[in-house]
């Protein structure tokens, strides 16, 4: 599900002058937006997907053509769609972003958004799962997230929750299988140590059956009934981290639908060298499973105190 999706425009410069000109040597559009970044890395993992997204406007008459093949429901929100920018400087290699706010939807849009979702959801068994990914944007109420876990939960299918704020904090008191944050993000509805397993810990006070806290090139740490687990790996030159996170969520999201959460470390390396593959290169969820199984040398358990 993504309620805050973006039509997101990449720029490939051969050098980025700030206060002049810029011709880019290639633009890239395409829908885009956590939830369906994910999707996206998904599909890219071999995992058949179904999205939800929510959308309005001309931005959204664009990203209705340019999913790339994603499976999408389009949800009219009767707002106009976020875009988001992202600039590389080929010469040396930064990349800038420019996000533009999550806007704000009429309240009344809810009960069709959530009907729209809840019958993708009664379709599914406990062999498949349900991934939320994104902020829930204003105007939606911020139990947005966890009705949809409810519903999940009640239909015996796992879900995996990646958001942030007072919906992430909703949504936890739901019990959901497995919430996937950053360490900040961790930090900040937990009020925990961003460092450590303080905000795991936390995390699973709070609610969650599992938790798994990213450091982006610190790593991974996983903590639920089964215990703790970690991977490290070393950093990336020149790292390209847009989607990064969403690609991690989509590899958790193909582990567990491999065999049910059984290889908890297995189904972190997976996550971490997804990540990893994806920050090779843009756009976001353009990788190849071969680029993502080359990655895994570089990966080491980092479980420990």
Known sequence: MSLAPSLDRYAWLPALRLGGINRPRDVLVRAGGKGLNAARAATSLGVPTRAVALVGGATGEVMRAHTDGLDVSWVDSGVETRECQCLLDEGTGTLTQV?????AVPAALWPGVR??????????????????SGRVPPGLPVTALAEIVDVA?????????????????????RRPDLVKVNEHEAAAVTGAPAQGWASAE???????????????????????????????HPPLDGALPVGSGDAFLAGLAAA??????????????????????????LPAGDFTRAEVEAELPALSDGSGP
């Open 99 to 103: 996000y533009e706010p999550v806007r």
């Open 115 to 132: 009907a729209a979702v809840v019958e993708h959801v009664e379709r599914l068994g406990p062999g498949d799962a349900v991934a939320l």
């Open 153 to 173: 939960a009640a239909r015996g299918v796992p879900v995996l929750v990646d958001s942030d704020g007072p919906a992430l904090a909703a949504a936890l008191a």
């Open 202 to 232: 936390a995390l699973r006070a709070l609610g969650a059956r599992a938790a798994v806290v990213t450091a982006g090139p610190g790593g991974a740490r996983y903590l639920g009934p089964d215990g703790r687990r970690a991977v490290t």
């Open 256 to 281: 567990h639908l491999a065999d049910g959460g059984a290889d908890v470390l297995a189904g972190l390396r997976l996550a971490a060298a997804a990540a990893r593959a994806n920050a090779r290169h």
